[in-house]
């Protein structure tokens, strides 16, 4: 540790395990400078308060230390909550009163949920590092108090419409290279064979911000999945608590189409898969099945991965690709951006408030010093990769130019792909590691096809030249799938997009098939 004292974590044994963490593998910066200051001298704690509504304010006196302290001592708790467990106004989410301070062993007095204001020291102290959203939380934004409770509206060349947070609130989090680190807190749990490819390969050449803990490994990352969301559902409804509505989880899984806005009721199609269902329903249930998940963690991988090691969608991916407008530059399937998506934000606030449930049932407050530190680590660490990627690179790598390209597959395949499956099979992290349109060249999508191993489709390659029933993509649009005799652990025979009924015309798939009977050829330039 940088104090160079034997014992200087001491203070915090029985509480937090902050300094435990140093015996873990993951060596990011962001946990070195973290436990680093954490094992700063000992002084005593501040207290904060918290609106009415939601959870109590806890103190941070009585040896509850949170976040980066320094030699002032431990800083106060003081996170407030919406009713049904996501934090909620303008105070500190990760630890309130949380100014580093010099004096002799002073700390710092807690921050007001109500008023949002900045710590004050305590005798003897004085506040000597600048303002870090991470310890003091996002003030409101001031274009909180000109928003409605509406999200916008995206409107397709055919009808559909997505739905998408206000601007001033996508430009909130664009100024803070939201997307790209959300994107980049994806990719970095992929770099070492996670559970879907990674969108970019960039941030895997940062090797000491590759978690150990990668993607569908283990609890562990489970744990880390709920911790991120919380984050940052937490950090949007401080910067706008007048709308704090806006990052409101659905009250319940939307089992019927009149559970969801008008706009998406259209693409319900005929609903969720019975394996879909019968997930929902045990987290529903979530206080009468906690023998199911020993630890937050099991929750949380079971709702990120659950089902994918059989070829099915987790109920996560499924929300996430269910209302995808495949042409919106805010798809919900797209994880380059889906942070913008209204509906990104009713899943995984459900989510949260499932994950709240087990926790209230469990025992566990929301004063644990475990979640405390694991929230303050999970901002970090956003902050971390949104400074190691540049989002320059890959506006440039957007904006250049695709070859210029003919041939039957680019002419007539393609359109019918890139009008209803590229939503989710774009050219970033594409569902089942398959591009099917989006900023890709044609003859990358064949190659990505033409006699390659389908993910989910046991025995089968995506596309066999001259045989359309045994090319697994024309098995799966067409709602052949589920009697073509798929073989083995990984066999989805849902037909695709996932509606439940085939959705391309007779025409789309006669047009699909005849390229297939044709050889398959590659596009020319």
Not at 60 to 89: E, F, Q, R, Y
Not at 201 to 211: R, V
């Amino acid at each position: 540790m940088t104090t160079g004292r034997a014992g200087a974590c001491d203070h915090v044994n029985g509480h937090i395990s902050t300094c435990v963490r140093a015996a873990r593998a993951w060596s990011s910066w962001f946990v070195v400078l973290l436990l680093s200051a954490s094992c700063s001298s000992p002084g005593s704690a501040g207290s904060g308060s918290a609106a009415s509504g939601g959870y109590p304010a806890f103190a941070g006196g009585a040896g509850v230390p949170a976040g980066l302290v320094g030699a002032g001592g431990a800083a106060g708790l003081a996170p407030p909550v919406a009713t049904g467990g996501v934090p909620s106004g303008g105070a500190p989410p990760f630890g309130a009163g949380g100014a580093i301070v010099g004096g002799a062993g002073t700390g710092i007095g807690g921050v007001s949920a109500a008023a949002g204001g900045a710590p004050s020291a305590g005798a003897g102290g004085q506040v000597v590092r600048p303002p870090d959203h991470c310890m003091d939380g996002e003030p409101a934004d001031p274009s909180d108090a000109m928003l409605t409770s509406l999200p916008d509206e995206w409107k397709a060349t055919n009808g559909d419409i997505d739905l998408v947070l206000p601007k001033p609130v996508l430009g909130w989090m664009g100024a803070r290279l939201w997307e790209v680190s959300h994107d980049a807190w994806h990719n970095v749990r992929r770099c070492k064979g996670g559970g879907a490819p990674p969108t970019s390969t960039a941030i895997c050449a940062h090797k000491e911000l590759i978690p150990p803990d990668q993607e569908c490994s283990d609890a562990e990352d489970g744990y880390e999945f709920l911790v991120t969301h919380r984050h940052m559902i937490m950090t949007l409804r401080a910067a706008f608590p007048q709308h704090a509505d806006l990052f409101q989880g659905f009250p319940h899984f939307p089992f019927d189409a009149t559970d969801v806005p008008v706009q998406w009721q259209s693409r319900w199609g005929t609903g969720w898969s019975a394996q879909i269902q019968a997930t929902a329903r045990t987290l529903e249930a979530i206080e009468s099945n906690l023998s199911q998940f020993p630890t937050e963690g099991d929750l949380g991988k079971y709702i990120q991965c659950g089902g994918m090691a059989s070829g099915a969608s987790s109920i996560h991916g499924a929300l996430h690709f269910k209302w995808v407008v495949n042409s919106s530059p805010y798809s919900l399937g797209k994880q380059t951006v889906n942070i913008d998506n209204y509906m990104f934000w009713k899943l995984h606030g459900w989510i949260d408030e499932i994950w709240e449930r087990y926790r209230v049932a469990k025992g566990l407050t929301p004063d644990e010093p475990k979640l405390m530190e694991a929230m303050l680590v999970q901002c970090r660490e956003m902050q971390a990769l949104g400074n190691a990627v540049d989002p320059s690179a890959r506006a440039a790598a957007a904006n250049t130019p695709l070859p210029v390209e003919h041939g039957v597959f680019h002419e007539t395949v393609r359109p019918i792909l890139e009008r209803v499956c590229s939503g989710c099979h774009s050219e970033s992290s594409p569902e089942a590691n398959m591009s099917l349109g989006g900023h890709i060249s044609s003859a990358d999508v064949v190659k990505g096809l033409v006699n390659v191993q389908s993910a989910h489709g046991g025995q089968f390659l995506r596309i066999v030249p001259g045989d359309p029933d045994h090319s697994w993509l024309y098995l799966k649009i067409s709602g052949m799938a589920a009697t073509a005799g798929c073989t083995g652990t990984a066999c989805n025979n849902e037909v695709m997009p996932p509606t439940g009924q085939v959705t391309l015309s007779a025409a789309d798939l006669s047009t699909v098939r005849q390229w297939i009977q044709s050889g398959a050829p590659p596009p020319t330039q």
